[in-house]
C-alpha cells in the first residue's frame, strides 16, 4: 500500500526558520527566446527533498525582467505557467503585450518550476512520449523514459514547487510579492499563498482550476465548448451555409477513427519524410481539444472538420503538429505532468465522477489513459491539502468557452477567498490576459489590488470570423 504524504507536516517543514536562509543567487545578463532586450537570469539552489536540505540540489532558473521606471515598487509579479510542465521561460514572450503596463512599475519574474524548461526539465530522450499516436505505443514509450529520469518522480509535487516559490523570494531578497498563474499555476499559486501567506500581496489567476478540481476531469467541458462552436457555426450565415451537417460529419469521423478505419498518407511537415499513419482517437480528439483552447483556433475548427469529412485531412494534419513543429516533446514536460496528476488527482477521481464526466463526450476515456500510466510514474498519493482561506486580494479571470477551466472553477475557488473579484470574458477560450483590455487591468489591480476593476473592456473582445475556405477567414 503506497503510503501517503503528509501536508501538514511538509509545511511545517517548510517554515523552520533554519530553512528560510538562502544564499543570493549571482545573477547574469541572458538573452531568451520571445524577448529582444537582455534580460537577468538566476540559478537559484533548491533541495530536492525540501525535508533533507543536506541532500541533492536543483538549479531553478528564474528570469527577471526588470522594471522601467526608477524607484519602482518593490513587490515584484511572479508569473508562473500552467500544464503541469510548461515553464516560466516559455512565457518570455509575454513581456510585450501582457505585461509591459505591469512591467512600467514592477519587476517581472518568471519562474521555471522544477522538472520544466530551464530548472532540469524532465524529458524523454529516445522515448517519443510526444509522438506516440496510440495508447499502447504512450504506455511503451512512457516505460521506456521513467528509466531515464534523473530523480524519483515522487519529488516533483506542487508542494514542494510551492516551497521552491519561498526560496526563489528569499534568494532574490524580494519582500511580499504578487503572484500570476495561468492554468495549472492557479493551483501552484493557491498554494503557494496557503502555505506563505505572509509572503504574498495579491494574486491574479486566469483560467482558474479550484482546489477541489481533478484537472483529468476534463470531457465534459471539450464536449460544451465543442457544442458552442457548432451552435455559434450553426447561428453564422456563412458559417451554417459553407457548412450544414457540421455537427454529424464530425461524428461520422470520429466513428471512423474509432473504427481504424482512416489511415494518412503526407510528407510530414516537420521531416518531409513520407509518411504512412493510422490515424488513433488520441491523435484525433486532442487535436481537436487543442483547437478549442482559443477562439481564433476553434473557429477554424468547422473548415477542419468539414474538409476532412471530404477526404483532404491536410488541414487537420497542419494543426496537429502546430505544438509541435520545433520539437517532438514540444514546450511540456510529460514526465511532470504524470507525476503531479497521478499523486495529486488520479487518486481522487472515482469510477462514477469519470462516467458523468465522460458520457456523451467525444473525449471519452482520456482520465483512463492517463490513469494507466501512474504505475509507471512510481508516486505516492499526495494528501489533499486544507483549503484554507486566503486573504490576499484575488483577482480571478475566465473565458466563457474555455474547454478546460471554465467560469465555475474561478467561482467555487473564490468561496475561500475574502478579497476576491471574478471577471468573465464571453468570447475568450482558455487564457485572458493577452486579450482586449485586459493588460490594463492586471495593472490596474496590482496598483489597487482592492479595488472593484471596470470590466467593460473585456465584454469589447470580438468573436474572430469563421474559416470558410483554404483561403483563411472571411472578414
Keep these: 500500500m503506497k503510503s501517503r504524504i503528509s501536508w501538514a507536516l511538509l509545511a511545517l517543514m517548510f517554515c523552520l526558520p533554519g530553512l528560510s536562509q538562502a544564499a543570493m543567487a549571482p545573477g547574469r545578463d541572458c538573452h531568451l527566446p520571445g524577448s529582444q532586450e537582455s534580460l537577468r537570469c538566476h540559478a537559484i539552489a533548491v533541495s530536492l527533498d525540501p525535508q533533507r536540505q543536506d541532500g541533492t540540489q536543483l538549479q531553478l532558473h528564474v528570469t527577471v525582467a526588470p522594471a522601467f521606471r526608477q524607484g519602482a515598487s518593490k513587490d515584484p509579479l511572479f508569473v508562473l505557467a500552467g500544464g503541469p510542465g510548461q515553464a516560466g521561460s516559455d512565457l518570455v514572450a509575454l513581456l510585450g503585450p501582457v505585461f509591459q503596463r505591469v512591467r512600467a512599475t514592477r519587476d517581472i519574474v518568471f519562474i521555471d518550476q522544477r522538472g520544466t524548461g530551464l530548472s532540469g526539465k524532465l524529458r524523454c530522450p529516445g522515448a517519443p512520449v510526444g509522438e506516440a499516436t496510440s495508447d499502447a505505443a504512450l504506455h511503451a514509450a512512457f516505460a521506456r523514459c521513467i528509466g ?42 493557491q498554494s503557494y499563498a496557503r502555505s506563505y501567506p505572509g509572503s504574498v500581496r495579491a494574486l491574479i489567476l486566469d483560467g482558474v482550476a ?90 477554424r475548427l468547422p473548415y477542419l472538420i468539414h474538409s476532412a469529412h471530404q477526404g483532404n485531412w491536410g488541414p487537420f494534419l497542419a494543426r496537429s503538429h502546430a505544438d509541435t513543429d520545433y520539437s517532438p516533446e514540444g514546450p511540456l514536460a510529460m514526465p511532470l505532468l504524470v507525476a503531479i496528476l497521478c499523486a495529486e488527482d488520479i487518486p481522487r477521481l472515482t469510477l462514477e465522477q469519470r462516467e458523468a464526466d465522460e458520457r456523451g463526450s467525444f473525449l471519452r476515456g482520456h482520465a483512463q489513459r492517463l490513469a494507466a500510466l501512474c504505475p509507471l510514474a512510481g508516486v505516492s498519493a499526495a494528501a489533499t491539502p486544507p483549503n484554507t482561506p486566503i486573504h490576499a486580494p484575488v483577482l480571478l ?49 496590482l496598483d489597487e489590488p482592492t479595488r472593484a476593476l471596470d470590466k467593460r473592456g473585456l465584454d469589447d473582445i470580438p468573436l474572430p470570423p469563421f474559416q470558410l475556405d483554404h483561403a483563411g477567414t472571411h472578414p
Excluded: W
Design 210 to 299: 479550484a482546489p477541489e478540481r481533478v484537472i483529468p476531469v476534463a470531457a465534459a467541458s471539450a464536449q460544451r465548448a465543442l457544442d458552442g462552436v457548432f451552435a455559434r457555426c450553426a447561428a453564422d450565415a456563412a458559417c451554417a451555409d459553407a457548412f450544414p451537417g457540421l455537427r454529424a460529419e464530425f461524428d461520422t469521423l470520429l466513428a471512423r477513427v474509432n473504427a481504424g478505419s482512416v489511415t494518412l498518407a503526407f510528407a510530414h511537415p516537420r521531416t518531409a519524410q513520407p509518411t504512412r499513419l493510422p490515424l488513433s482517437n488520441m491523435h484525433f480528439v486532442y487535436t481537436i481539444q487543442r483547437s478549442l483552447y482559443s477562439a481564433r483556433d476553434s473557429h
Design 397 to 445: 479571470l475566465s473565458g466563457a468557452l474555455d474547454p478546460v477551466t471554465p467560469p465555475d472553477g474561478a467561482t467555487s475557488a473564490a468561496r475561500t477567498m475574502t478579497h476576491a473579484q471574478h471577471l468573465v470574458a464571453r468570447h475568450a477560450a482558455h487564457g485572458v490576459s493577452n486579450l482586449g483590455d485586459t493588460p490594463r487591468l492586471l495593472r490596474a489591480f
Design 148 to 189: 531515464t529520469l534523473p530523480h524519483p518522480l515522487g519529488f516533483y509535487t506542487t508542494a514542494h514547487a510551492a516551497h521552491d516559490l519561498e526560496r526563489v523570494r528569499l534568494a532574490l531578497g524580494y519582500g511580499k510579492v504578487n503572484v500570476f498563474g495561468g492554468s495549472y499555476g492557479t493551483r501552484l499559486g
